[in-house]
């Protein structure tokens, strides 16, 4: 279905009300009896929301409702969160003690934002690593019990610990390349000097300055947004984040910096969509944002899910979607790019050797068609892709992402 064409349904309405209400008390009205309680379930687990959906749950507000799933995702996510949380407090102390500079990027940085950390979801351990120290703080992982992963990536290296997996980060998530990335390199460059060290339950850990962390989510959210899919507990990061700065505050600190580096446009979009269906306090710089646009933008986050988790074929659109800079491209030039990348990842001596690259790109994607054949990958449809894709592009491109703003 096109993404233009599609409307909220009353379950995933519902859901964007109770984020509302556990977020910020927005008082939103919603009558529990009259939703598909399986279906929201479902939705807010995709969304990778269960613990903000069902905070502080309360049996007598569903009725006769089996509550046994919710329970269960629940009950899981807490876990889960305890382990990854305390993971964090440990990489933070295991690099103070060796002496090596370390922030915790997005994770349980952006939990401290919310009304209760175990609110926000957790998944790995992404923490940023001065470049002067990578080789040392790989030394000091393994001896505490990491295991490096053989898979490459083109902004972390992945350590394997006994609870979860770690991102080891030389540089953020979705910087631009060309003059774009140098900016924002620039604005990042005195991350380490300006961290903050925040105490929690299980320890300390150290975070990036304001405005630092708000501009890591938000280069994040674009790139996934543009990736393989950005769910609603992105948009609550951001929610949430924007909701304790002062609007003016956030003006003086942000607005000139997003329009430098062309996410002015992005900003005011999602804002926009965090005040409308989140219940974030209002905010005047985010009012002429494109309703029409944010309302689609909404609806596409909602179509893909974390991650992409709700359509298999986001993955397979992502390859011929870009945003690493304000170039124009074509799909056809893009999906080649795409496919160099995936083999520089898994096989470095194409780095230095660029005439292997054909033979990457048939062994690598010849070994992904086996696999989708036996249902171990998710199945190409061609004529799908390129049609999706090619409306994502369209409608990303009203965002315009990474042009400077002149006024």
Not at 138 to 146: P, S
Not at 202 to 209: D, F, H, Q, R, Y
Not at 298 to 305: E, F
Not at 386 to 402: D, G, K, N, T
């Amino acid at each position: 279905m096109s993404i233009k064409n599609a409307r909220l349904r009353e379950y995933e309405k519902a859901l964007l009300d109770i984020l509302a209400d556990n977020l910020f008390s927005a008082g939103r009205q919603v009558n529990l009896n009259e939703i598909d309680l399986d279906a929201l379930r479902l939705e807010a687990y995709s969304q990778a929301v269960s613990l903000i959906a069902f905070h502080n749950l309360k049996p007598e507000k569903y009725a006769d409702s089996d509550l046994t799933g919710v329970r269960n995702i629940l009950n899981k996510a807490l876990s889960n969160n305890a382990k990854v949380d305390f993971e964090h407090v440990k990489i933070c102390r295991i690099m103070e003690n060796a002496g090596i500079p370390c922030v915790i990027l997005k994770g349980y940085a952006s939990a401290l934002y919310y009304p209760d950390p175990l609110m926000r979801s957790m998944g790995d351990v992404d923490f940023l690593v001065d470049t002067d120290y990578l080789e040392k703080a790989g030394e000091v992982l393994k001896e505490n019990g990491y295991t490096k992963a053989d898979r490459n990536h083109d902004v972390h290296d992945i350590f394997l610990g006994k609870v979860c997996r770690c991102e080891m980060h030389f540089q953020p998530s979705g910087i631009p390349s060309g003059k774009v990335g140098v900016k924002v390199r620039k604005y990042l460059s005195d991350i380490f000097e300006k961290s903050e060290k925040k105490k929690t339950e299980l320890g300390e850990i150290t975070v990036p300055s304001a405005f630092h962390h708000g501009l890591i989510i938000l280069l994040h959210m674009c790139h996934h947004l543009t990736g393989d899919g950005l769910g609603l507990r992105h948009l609550c990061d951001w929610a949430v984040f924007i909701s304790s700065v002062g609007e003016d505050e956030f003006l003086q600190m942000f607005k000139a910096v997003l329009k430098d580096i062309g996410l002015w446009e992005f900003a005011k979009t999602m804002t926009y969509i965090c005040r409308e269906y989140l219940g974030c306090p209002a905010t005047d710089w985010s009012a002429d944002a494109d309703k029409e646009l944010a309302d689609i933008i909404l609806i596409d986050i909602i179509i893909g899910g974390n991650f992409g988790q709700k359509k298999a074929d986001r993955s397979h659109e992502s390859l011929l979607i870009t945003n690493k800079d304000n170039k124009k491209t074509t799909m056809l030039r893009q999906f080649f790019a795409s496919a160099n990348a995936i083999v520089y990842s898994n096989w470095k001596a194409a780095e230095k050797f660029r005439i292997l690259l054909p033979f990457g790109w048939l062994f690598f994607g010849g070994r992904y068609i086996i696999r989708s054949l036996f249902g171990k990958r998710p199945k190409i449809r061609p004529k799908k892709v390129a049609s999706h894709a090619a409306e994502r592009i369209e409608i990303y491109s009203r965002l315009r992402l990474f042009e400077k703003s002149e006024d």
